[in-house]
């Protein structure tokens, strides 16, 4: 097991209460930076410790806080992207629900450092029930003078408060999140002017997944440098990854960047390995990133162990590489069907596209058309290379990444996967039953004209 | 036509609507948490209480209402409800089942699940039984990959589903008849 920063005392009773939380170290990353630091020496330390946001994106934290406009007698806003919707991914949810406070912490700690009076937690709708677990933590950490007026005699004020949403995956694009946070329709801002300037209520706004502030806790505690020693290049520190799909052990793991993807998969300390199948798939990083066939995920094209980082996951480009994305990890065996998954996550960006741009809204439904009928046997020949097509027509052509994001899945299924959209032409009847590969799984390179 | 631009439901209209005076000081506690003039903020979770003030859906009243409180067009109340798929524009059951039938629920078996409840209620997505006690959503992604297939009723989520589970579930469902709200503490 590797080292434990935000899950160290995950099991330990009564942590999800103030009391519990404080007697394990809780709040002492608020002390060290009101008591001992200035904000721009805890930005520093963010920056030394080389977060990256991890919500999906992975874009240099320490950098994104220092982009923060800071105009005189305006106002300036933390928002904790907590909309978690990206399909695979349940980690926040799972780090909320049973340490609410090491968010609350690190929100006080980071405001500290951005010069933020008030945050907001943007919570997905569908989390009402964490949102109460989070309402209670607030009220826990200001009835303790964690939170309120002047803070531990420092002369910094500060407010957070929980707002849900209601049904809306492109609410965690940090735009249309602040969109919905200010009682509108979740429709993505085009950018710049990014948050940093122009953000929530059109003053400057950092917005960081929960994550990410979450693990400002540690950063500030042991430092910067320190952080940065766990991982391996610019993939620094620790992520949790949400496992699930056709593994033994699905659940939230808290990982050292760095760990080989085989350990990962098979171990019986992470995901336990396949689930009395054989694996067939991977999708390591929420479904808007590159499927990969299992081989392509346990090692690169030129043959080198392929390990759960940002870089290594993404070496070969879309061309045999992936993402680590949200670390929404799931795993296919040989009983699922590509062309049905792949319709499956299509018709997903279908129903959660805002419906702004054209390539987006329409390119979405035809494609889950098309897929549809190809699941059904009802497919030409001509559908697999429409779908190409149309995927390649949607990706960089919106105002925001849900775009890229419906486009990825069809085109890294359509790359890895093809002889398998082409047995779905050929074979109509074969697949007619929904269950075509539980009985008689599909053989990648075979000559299936027999089959 | 986008997915996230649903009509509302005018035929239902004539339904009076009113909020308690319990929920109307919750709508004011909520506008207080946004800076001066920004009080729309509230408005995603007024429509919350409004639903489940109103039988667990938002007819023209109730939104009516919402921007009542608000002061806002009544317009810039549809154009939110419409776009948030929490939101139900029609009346539902006294329970509405939020089935997950994303990719990593379907792979674990939701795509069962969802034929079972359509086959058991009668129902298919979207449906409300003819006793009024059951609405059959199918929904996106609801972050628990980890324990699928699982769904939503309320504010509680039920997980590890097998078809004996579900079948459990409607049947406790069932002879409790209280309806369950996402609001419900």
Redesign the interface.
């Known amino acids: 097991m590797g080292r434990q920063l935000l899950f160290e005392h995950i099991n330990t009773p009564g942590i999800r209460g103030l009391e519990g939380y404080r007697a394990n170290g809780g709040y002492r990353s608020v002390e060290k930076a009101l008591r001992t630091m200035s904000p721009e020496a805890v930005v520093e330390e963010v920056k030394a410790s080389g977060l990256r946001g991890r919500g999906g994106a992975g874009f240099p934290t320490g950098m994104k806080w220092s982009f923060l406009a800071k105009p005189p007698g305006v106002p300036r806003y933390l928002v904790v992207n907590a909309d978690e919707s990206e399909p695979g991914t349940f980690k926040d949810r799972y780090l909320m629900e049973r340490i609410p406070h090491i968010l609350i912490e690190g929100m006080i700690t980071s405001s500290f450092a951005l010069g933020a009076n008030t945050s907001y937690i943007y919570i997905r709708g569908e989390y009402f029930y964490v949102a109460r677990i989070l309402e209670q933590a607030i009220a826990e950490a200001r009835a303790a003078g964690w939170l309120g007026r002047n803070i531990l005699g420092s002369g910094f004020d500060h407010e957070i408060h929980v707002q849900v949403g209601a049904g809306a995956y492109i609410c965690g694009e940090e735009t249309a999140l602040l969109e919905s946070l200010e009682g509108k329709r979740g429709n993505p801002r085009i950018k710049p002017p990014f948050p940093a300037v122009k953000g929530l209520y059109g003053c400057p706004t950092v917005v960081n997944n929960v994550e990410t502030i979450a693990a400002v806790v540690p950063i500030v505690n042991d430092g910067g440098a320190e952080y940065a020693k766990i991982g391996v290049g610019r993939s620094t520190g620790t992520k949790l990854i949400s496992a699930g799909g056709n593994i033994k052990r699905p659940g939230v793991y808290e990982i050292e960047l760095g760990l080989s993807c085989d350990e990962f998969i098979n171990s019986d300390e992470y995901c336990g390995g396949v689930d009395g199948r054989a694996f067939k798939a991977v999708v390591p990083g929420g479904s808007s990133v590159p499927i990969v066939p299992y081989e392509l995920f346990l090692r690169t094209a030129a043959g080198e162990p392929r390990l759960m980082s940002y870089e290594s996951l993404a070496d070969g480009g879309f061309v045999s590489g992936t993402m680590l994305g949200s670390g929404g990890f799931y795993a296919y065996n040989d009983a699922q069907c590509i062309v049905r998954s792949t319709w499956n996550h299509t018709r997903f960006y279908h129903h959660e596209s805002c419906g702004q741009c054209s390539p987006c809204r329409e390119g979405t439904g035809w494609m889950e058309k098309v897929l549809e009928r190809l699941e059904h046997g009802e497919g030409r020949t001509e559908d697999i290379d429409l779908l190409w097509d149309i995927q390649r027509k949607i990706e960089g052509n919106t105002i925001c990444p849900l775009g890229d994001a419906a486009a990825w899945p069809v085109a890294s299924a359509i790359r890895h996967f093809r002889e398998e959209f082409e047995y779905h032409v050929r074979f109509p009847q074969k697949v007619k039953d929904p269950k075509h590969f539980a009985k008689e799984p599909f053989v990648r390179n075979a000559n299936f004209a027999t089959a | 036509?986008?997915?996230?631009?649903r009509p509302i439901t005018t035929t239902e209209g004539t339904r009076p609507f009113a909020f308690s005076e319990a929920a109307l000081a919750e709508c004011r506690a909520l506008m207080a948490?946004y800076?001066e003039g920004?009080s729309?903020?509230?408005?995603?979770?007024i429509?919350?209480i409004a639903q489940a003030e109103n039988d667990g859906w938002l007819s023209v009243n109730a939104m009516d209402a919402v921007a009542g409180v608000?002061g806002l067009q009544r317009i810039?109340v549809y154009?939110?409800a419409s776009?948030?798929?929490?939101?139900n524009l029609h009346p539902v059951g006294t329970y509405v089942l939020?089935v997950c039938?994303?990719?990593?629920c379907?792979?674990?078996g939701s795509?069962d699940v969802i034929a079972h409840l359509e086959r058991k209620l009668g129902v298919h997505c979207g449906g409300t039984t003819a006793d009024g006690m059951f609405t059959l959503k199918g929904?996106?992604?609801?972050?628990?990959?980890?324990?699928?297939p699982m769904l939503?009723c309320g504010?509680?989520?039920h997980e590890d589903l097998t078809i004996e589970r579900a079948d459990a579930l409607i049947d406790e469902l069932r002879a409790r008849n209280s309806r369950t709200n996402?609001?419900?503490?």
């Open positions: 036509m986008s997915a996230r631009t948490r800076p920004r729309k903020s509230a408005l995603i979770p429509l919350h608000l810039e154009e939110v776009f948030y798929s929490m939101f939020d039938r994303t990719t990593p379907m792979l674990r795509d929904v996106e992604c609801l972050g628990s990959c980890g324990t699928a939503q504010a509680h989520y996402y609001t419900d503490r």
